[in-house]
Nanobody, 116 residues
């Protein structure tokens, strides 16, 4: 069992930066791929970025070069730079176990609004 709590969302102007954090507690995090997803109004939830225990990262094309994901033993972070209005969404932290049994956990979400 993994419990995820996000923080760091808020209102920022276009071109600005935000750093999201997700504190994880419970089982050892190193057996999980950690990621950030987002869901904008009227749209499906989409993967923003993920990082494996070996620190391999993957990014959505829309955020490459602007966002950076990182992790340590207890948290996963999302550094967001050069924010655009289309980045506005609720951002969710995710933990997905590698291998069996299948296990996946979600945080409650944090709102990011990019607007002038």
């Amino acid at each position: 069992q993994v419990h995820l709590v996000e923080s760091g969302g808020g209102l920022v102007q276009p071109g600005g930066s935000l750093r999201l954090s997700c504190a994880a507690s419970g089982s050892s995090l190193w057996i999980y791929i950690l990621g950030w997803y987002r869901q904008a109004p009227g749209k499906q939830r989409e993967l923003v970025a993920s990082v494996t225990s070996g620190l391999n990262t993957d990014y959505a094309d829309s955020v490459k070069g602007r966002f950076a994901i990182s992790r340590d033993s207890a948290k996963v972070y999302l550094e967001m730079n050069t924010l655009k209005p289309e980045d506005t969404a609720v951002y969710y932290c995710n933990a997905r176990r590698v291998g069996q049994p299948y296990q996946e956990y979600w945080g409650q979400g944090t709102q990011v609004t990019v607007s002038s």
